[in-house]
């Protein structure tokens, strides 16, 4: 072995052994659909009914954020998924009145747009799912890169 080839592998070692193992990556750093799908399952299940059944999930795009100013980086995945409700959710928000009139109690929404992305434009109240629905989303979820991971919009690291 040559001189250069020993310094060159001892250098190598001091690097590796220097950085951080999470901070290391060579193959699948980024997060996946699966991942996806388990942040879209979680945040069902907090926000709707903890016996939801997530029943079809599909990415339909991954994309990369630009968030190089922010210090960090961010991907976005664009997906359809369905969610089974055999109970029903947010049993106590349930429409009351005639059809045309119907009225919330406080707390509740009417809205039949059903979403699990966190943003500004989410809906923050609790909505009525009627027990046996099996709601569609078209959805989107994010996930900001951490020291320790990939944080989901579940709050969970990845």
């Known amino acids: 072995m040559s001189k250069s080839t020993i310094v060159a592998a001892a250098l190598l070692a001091t690097l590796l052994s220097a950085a951080r193992a999470d ?3 060579l193959f699948s750093c980024e997060p996946t659909a699966a991942e996806a799908r388990k942040v879209f399952e979680n945040r069902v299940k907090k926000k709707f009914d903890p016996d939801a059944k997530i029943v ?21 995945f664009y997906f359809t998924g369905s969610a089974e409700f055999p109970k029903g959710a ?5 429409p009351e009145g005639p059809a045309g009139a119907q009225t919330v109690k406080a707390g509740c929404s009417a ?11 989410e809906i923050k109240d609790r909505q009525y799912i009627e027990p046996g629905a099996k709601i569609d989303f078209k959805d989107e979820t994010r996930f900001d890169q951490d ?8 709050g969970n690291i990845y």
């Open 23 to 25: 901070a290391f990556c």
């Open 111 to 121: 809205s039949k747009y059903y979403s699990t992305t966190v943003s500004n434009l």
């Open 90 to 94: 947010n049993l106590d928000c349930k």
């Open 147 to 154: 020291p320790k991971g990939w944080r989901g919009q579940d």
């Open 56 to 76: 079809n999930f599909e990415v339909s795009r991954f994309w990369r954020l630009d968030v190089e100013g922010a210090g960090h980086h961010a991907v976005e």
